[in-house]
C-alpha cells in the first residue's frame, strides 16, 4: 500500500467547499492501492461553518493529524487573516517531523488554501518526496488588475503580490497538476512552460452516493423551504458572486415578460450565498427589490449543514443553476445537484463541463451562452427554454442517473490515482 500525505486546512467538522473533494475520496484511496493521511488545521483555529454530521463521511479507520494555526482575532490586527497564512509555520513544523519519521510516496495538496501548497519544494527537496496540486481555482487572479481599485476586493494588490511571488516559487516544482478546468491548466502551461511535460489531469469534484445513503441512515430532512403544495419550489444552494448576477437577472426580467401570472406560481429560493452569512445588502435581496419580485424570492444567504442541504436539493421542485459566461468556471455543486433526481434548469456557458453533465441526466433544461453574450441575447436565449422550464417539475425522478457514474466518487478517485502513479514513476 503506497503512503499518501494529503494536506487540506479544511476537514470535517468544517464545511467549506474546498475539503470537499477529499471527503468523498477517502473511501476510495486504499481501493486503488494508497494509504492516506489528513493534515488539517485544528477546527478551534479556523473560522469556516462547523458542521458535526460531516464526520459521519470520514471513517475512524484514517489518520487524521490536527495543526494549529495563530488566532485570527490577533492576526487580524496586522492584517493577516488567511487561514493558510496563519497554519504555515505550523504546517512546516509538524509535516517536517513526520516526514523524518515515516516514508510517503506522494504530498497532495487539496486546498484552495494555496499559501501552504509553497511548502511543497521544501519537503521535495529536504525530504526527497514528489508533490500534486489540485488546483481548485486560479492562485493568481490577475482579473482584477486593470480594474478600478472600487471593485477590486480588500486589500487586493497585497494579496495579489504574495499569491504571484508564491505561486511562481511553487508551481515551477511541482510533479502533478489536478484542476477542475481545462482553462487553469493551460494558464499555468502558458505561464510556466516547465510543466507541459507533467502530468496533469482535469477531474471535476463529482458527488457521493455515499453521502445520501446518509440521508436515509439518519433520516435527514430539509427544514429550509416551506413545502407550500400549491408553489413550485425553484432551489439555488451555493454561495454567488456578481457575475452570476447578469445570467440571474436576466432569468427573472425573461420571466416576468413571458407570463406575470405564470411566474407567481413559483417560489425561488437562493440557500447560503454568502459565505460568511454576515450580509446586511445581498446580491439577490436588491435584484428582487429592483424587478419587483421580492413576494417572489427567499433568500437566505447564511451557510447550513451540508446534508440538510443536500435534503434540500431532493425536496425540491426545480434546482436553478445559473453560473458564469466565463467557460473555465465549472460548478462543483452541479453533480450532486443533478444526482439528486430533482429536475435541473441551468444558464451556462456553452463550453463549460457543467453543460455536459446536464445534458447526459436527460431531464435537464440547458440555456447554452458565451462570453459575448449582452443582457438581450441572454434573453433571448433564455425565452426560448422558458417553454420547457414551465413543464420541468413534472419531470421529477426521470433522470438518468446511470449516465452520471462517471462523476462519481469512485470512478474520479481512480483518476486522480492514475495520476499519482504516473508521479511517482
Avoid at 458542521?51 to 471513517?59: A, G, I, P
Avoid at 435581496?285 to 429592483?290: F, S, V
Avoid at 445537484?337 to 440547458?366: M, Y
Amino acid at each position: 500500500m503506497k503512503k499518501l500525505l494529503i494536506i487540506s486546512p479544511h476537514f470535517p467538522p468544517i464545511n467549506a467547499p474546498d475539503m470537499h473533494r477529499i471527503r468523498i475520496s477517502l473511501p476510495y484511496y486504499t481501493k486503488y492501492g494508497w494509504e492516506p493521511t489528513i493534515v488539517c488545521v485544528d477546527e478551534k483555529y479556523c473560522e469556516g461553518y462547523q458542521d458535526k454530521k460531516l464526520n459521519y463521511s470520514v471513517s475512524k479507520s484514517i489518520e487524521i493529524i490536527k495543526v494549529k494555526a495563530f488566532a485570527a482575532k490577533y492576526t487580524r490586527k496586522i492584517g493577516l487573516g488567511s487561514l493558510s497564512l496563519r497554519s504555515l509555520l505550523y504546517y512546516k513544523r509538524v509535516v517536517s517531523g513526520m516526514l523524518m519519521l515515516k516514508k510517503y510516496d506522494l504530498i497532495l495538496f487539496s486546498t484552495s488554501m494555496f499559501h501552504v501548497c509553497s511548502l511543497g519544494p521544501y519537503w521535495k527537496k529536504r525530504y526527497a518526496i514528489p508533490f500534486v496540486i489540485d488546483m481548485q481555482d486560479p492562485w493568481r487572479n490577475d482579473y482584477y488588475l486593470n480594474k478600478p481599485k472600487e471593485i477590486r476586493p480588500p486589500k487586493y494588490k497585497i494579496a495579489y503580490f504574495i499569491n504571484k511571488q508564491m505561486e511562481a516559487h511553487t508551481i515551477p516544482l511541482v510533479d502533478g497538476i489536478i484542476s477542475v478546468s481545462q482553462g487553469i491548466l493551460d494558464e499555468l502551461q502558458k505561464r510556466y512552460p516547465v510543466v507541459a511535460n507533467k502530468p496533469k489531469k482535469v477531474i471535476p469534484f463529482g458527488y457521493s452516493e455515499e453521502d445520501y445513503h446518509i440521508l436515509e441512515k439518519y433520516n435527514i430532512q430539509s427544514l429550509l423551504i416551506d413545502k407550500n403544495p400549491n408553489k413550485i419550489n425553484v432551489v439555488y444552494m451555493g454561495a454567488l458572486t456578481r457575475f452570476f448576477i447578469p445570467l440571474i437577472r436576466a432569468f427573472f426580467i425573461s420571466l416576468k415578460e413571458y407570463s406575470e401570472e405564470l411566474l407567481n406560481n413559483y417560489h425561488f429560493y437562493f440557500i447560503g450565498t454568502n459565505y460568511s452569512g454576515t450580509a446586511t445588502t445581498t446580491y439577490i435581496r436588491t435584484l428582487a427589490l429592483e424587478l419587483g419580485l421580492s413576494e417572489n424570492i427567499t433568500e437566505i444567504p447564511s451557510r447550513f449543514p451540508y446534508y440538510e442541504s443536500l435534503a434540500t436539493l431532493r425536496e425540491s421542485d426545480i434546482l436553478f443553476i445559473p453560473g458564469s459566461v466565463d467557460a473555465d468556471y465549472n460548478a462543483s455543486k452541479i453533480y450532486n445537484n443533478l444526482f439528486s433526481g430533482t429536475p435541473v434548469f441551468t444558464i451556462f456557458n456553452e463550453k463549460s463541463l457543467v453543460i455536459v453533465a446536464a445534458k447526459e441526466i436527460g431531464s435537464s433544461v440547458i440555456v447554452s451562452v458565451n462570453e459575448g453574450d449582452d443582457e438581450e441575447k441572454l434573453k433571448i436565449k433564455i425565452r426560448q427554454a422558458l417553454p420547457s422550464f414551465v413543464t420541468m417539475h413534472g419531470r421529477k425522478g426521470t433522470a438518468n442517473k446511470n449516465n452520471l457514474v462517471k462523476y462519481s466518487a469512485n470512478v474520479l478517485t481512480g483518476k486522480q490515482v492514475e495520476l499519482f502513479d504516473k508521479v511517482i514513476k
